[in-house]
């Protein structure tokens, strides 16, 4: 019996997922559905079924139609998790494993929001980058001037990518004022900049935003397969000038096993975490969908796309984390630019 999985528009590493399950076939009958809002033939042609997901509001409720009409049994959101939550229990009375990084709505809309995120994991006594909120011009002056000797950062309350966020600079007269403009992969701001930036600005004026203190330690980034809150495999990557290096960090994972428990994460999903300068690791936040370095886990060993949804569609047996980091080779991969006719 073929086994029907389906691949909703994500924010990344779609094709690389794509890729590693037909790659599975030699082993599973599989039937690939992928979808997406835009006209992406280099994403979609890896599927066997291609799909146009609506702009509008019907989006989700479309998908959700079509996946039960299709018999998929699993469904990875990818994108709006908070919204298919809405449909789990319609799914699960079809036969769909739904696969949003989570159970419930509640809980994404918690980690979303990086400040709410940030206290739940003090109250699970989970180490976490500290975070003062600010939603105004007088509430950041005010933070500033309480924590003017403390190397600090700043960042949307929502967001991805790295979008908003800035180390702020005044050591030895602080960045230079067009630094900012000239060299912006570093997301380096003199704080006079900033602050003068964001009174002015009309695009930030309805975002609340976070002051934090500024890790200087090694960041790693953690790919997690989980179910309910248990951790069935992960692979741990940290990023030495344009070299990934991959394996599973212990001293990393000892935080990031209670973090998946906590929030009773389920599905594939990554964690950001981010050492401080006497090496010591703190959580930065989740994402509830795979990462878009997921592929690099291939070279490890353990491809945790196929690990991770051949188990959800009852193909193979749960995972033990034990025999997962066993089977973990560590590597260095290089990402390399490439084209793809379309």
């Known amino acids: 019996m073929t086994c029907t999985l389906w691949l909703a528009e994500a924010q990344s590493s779609l094709r690389d997922m794509l890729l590693s399950l037909q790659n599975a076939k030699d082993k599973h009958r599989l039937h690939l559905i992928a979808s997406h809002r835009h006209d992406r033939p280099e994403i979609l042609s890896v599927?066997?079924?291609?799909?146009?997901?609506?702009?509008?509001?019907?989006?989700?409720?479309?998908?959700?139609?079509?996946?039960?009409?299709h018999g998929v049994s699993v469904l990875l959101t990818g994108r709006n998790g908070a919204d298919y939550e809405r449909h789990r229990d319609e799914l699960d009375?079809?036969?769909?494993?739904?696969?949003?990084?989570?159970?419930?709505?509640?809980?994404?809309?918690?980690?979303?929001?990086?400040?709410?995120?940030?206290?739940?994991?003090?109250?699970?006594?989970i180490p976490v980058a500290h975070a003062w909120r600010f939603d105004n011009?007088?509430?950041?002056?005010?933070?500033?001037?309480?924590?003017?000797?403390?190397?600090?950062?700043?960042?949307?309350?929502?967001?991805?990518?790295?979008?908003?966020?800035?180390?702020?600079?005044?050591?030895?007269?602080?960045t230079d004022p067009f630094y900012h403009l000239y060299r912006t992969e570093t997301k380096r701001i003199h704080t006079d900049q900033f602050v003068y930036a964001y009174q002015h600005s009309k695009l930030?004026?309805?975002?609340?935003?976070?002051?934090?203190?500024?890790?200087?330690?090694?960041?790693?980034?953690v790919d997690v397969v989980c179910e309910r809150g248990e951790v069935l495999a992960a692979i741990t990557r940290k990023k030495v000038g344009s070299v990934q290096h991959i394996g599973y960090e212990p001293a990393v994972m000892e935080i990031v096993i209670p973090l998946i428990k906590a929030f009773g994460c389920d599905g594939i999903v990554s964690v950001q975490t981010r050492a401080d300068g006497d090496g010591n690791h703190h959580v930065l936040e989740i994402n509830t969908r795979p990462s878009g370095g997921i592929g690099y886990t291939v070279h490890s060993g353990?491809?945790?796309?196929?690990?991770?949804?051949?188990?959800?569609?009852?193909?193979?047996?749960?995972?033990?984390?034990?025999?997962?980091?066993?089977?973990?080779?560590?590597?260095?991969v290089r990402p390399l630019m490439t084209s793809v006719m379309i």
């Open 137 to 174: 011009f007088d509430e950041l002056t005010d933070l500033l001037a309480q924590h003017q000797n403390t190397p600090l950062c700043v960042k949307p309350v929502h967001g991805i990518f790295a979008e908003g966020f800035w180390v702020l600079d005044n050591a030895d007269g602080g």
């Open 302 to 332: 353990l491809d945790l796309t196929v690990l991770g949804l051949m188990y959800f569609a009852g193909l193979t047996d749960k995972p033990s984390l034990t025999d997962s980091i066993a089977s973990i080779t560590p590597c260095q």
């Open 93 to 125: 009375r079809h036969g769909v494993r739904l696969l949003t990084g989570a159970t419930n709505r509640q809980t994404l809309l918690d980690i979303d929001d990086k400040f709410t995120f940030s206290q739940i994991c003090k109250k699970h006594d």
């Open 47 to 69: 599927a066997d079924t291609a799909m146009t997901e609506p702009s509008d509001d019907s989006r989700v409720s479309w998908v959700v139609q079509n996946a039960i009409a």
């Open 204 to 221: 930030i004026k309805d975002k609340a935003m976070l002051l934090m203190p500024y890790l200087s330690g090694q960041e790693y980034s």
